[in-house]
């Protein structure tokens, strides 16, 4: 990515963030009651996630799930953004808006446990929920990206730029897959006891030594946690398959642009977009016009004392 395309993407992301966090503080201090005929504004605390949804799990599942939920789409965020083949802008920008307005929300389950909302479009026989800037931000940024989708299909994943086999290399691939989820999956055992222990003591010292109140904390806290893990244990392995093949990819090419000259076929070596060692490019340049010097030497008849005759008529004439 480049530096004004980084610059882009962070500066909609917190401004999305900004702007979502300021109209929701301005609406907590002065919980303005507003009645137009399509618009209206009323302060609202929305215990669930957009329009409501699962407002109806228990507020540990909820808020613990959907905080969470909303951290693992700001890790996918970053690698899909380092994993785009090509700049398209639109889609960035896209991307950067929704996740904008995901995290407006999720910064509001953290400090307050519920969302605030404020909006509803309509009139008493059709309206929307009540919904917030960082709900719209978020549809604005689904629409960006359909539309980049649809416009930029061919040049986002061009046919000339994609892999023609899954595993180009599986033992090394596979090794690299499985190190980054053993890595990931280690990283959740460490947090899950730490967290688990934590809350755990935590409870017992405000209920005291309940099971069954302990159940209803703990119980849905580890069914959360499992799930997120194997998710992103499994998110991991995607990354480390996408990752490898640009650390493979060069070099199998590499290796078979060398089997080539080896053979007399000779041909340009050109790596994809996003792959490693792109210097592989220039190196076999070099290595490509010093074996061709080598056997244009060799074509060259030998005259007494073994010198090359050169095979310029002009230089062969004087």
């Known amino acids: ?14 401004s999305v963030i900004a702007v979502d966090q300021a109209s929701k ?8 009651r507003l009645n137009w005929e399509f618009l209206h504004v009323y302060l609202h605390f929305n215990k669930g996630a957009m329009l409501g949804l699962f407002s109806d799990l228990p507020p540990v599942l909820r808020i613990v799930s959907l905080s969470t939920g909303g951290a693992f789409l700001l890790f996918s965020f970053v690698i899909f953004q380092y994993l785009l083949p090509t700049r398209s802008i639109t889609l960035r920008l896209g991307m950067s808006i929704l996740i904008g307005g995901i ?10 446990g519920h969302v605030v909302d404020f909006i509803i479009i309509g009139n008493e026989k059709l309206s929307t929920g009540v919904f917030n800037f960082a709900d719209a931000l978020q549809w604005l940024g689904y629409s960006l990206m359909g539309h980049a989708l649809l ?3 061919e040049n986002l994943w061009p046919k000339e730029n994609l892999r023609k086999v899954a595993w180009i290399h599986p033992s090394f691939q596979l090794r690299y897959c499985y190190i980054l989820v053993t890595c990931g999956l280690g990283f959740s055992l460490v947090s899950g006891v730490f967290s688990y222990t934590f809350l755990r003591f935590v409870v017992i010292d405000l209920i005291g030594n309940n099971s069954k109140l302990l159940d209803q904390f703990l ?27 640009r650390i493979v990819g060069p070099v199998y090419a590499f290796e078979k642009f060398i089997d080539s000259y080896i053979d007399g076929h000779y041909y340009k070596l050109r790596l994809r977009k996003g792959d490693e060692f792109p210097e592989l490019e220039e190196l076999a340049e070099k290595i490509a016009k010093e074996l061709r010097a080598v056997d244009e030497l060799k074509s060259l008849p030998i005259l007494p004392g073994g010198i090359s005759e050169p095979l310029d008529p002009e230089i062969k004439s004087s």
Do not use: C, E
């Open 151 to 153: 416009r930029d299909k």
């Open 103 to 112: 995290l407006g929300n999720v910064i509001d389950r953290i400090v307050w």
């Open 219 to 245: 119980v849905p806290f580890l069914v959360t946690f499992s799930i997120v893990s194997l998710a992103f244990a499994a998110f991991l392995f995607m990354v480390g398959k996408q990752l490898s093949h």
């Open 1 to 14: 990515m480049k530096r004004k395309d980084l610059y882009i993407v962070l500066v909609s992301l917190f």
């Open 25 to 32: 503080h301005l609406i907590l201090a002065f919980n303005p």
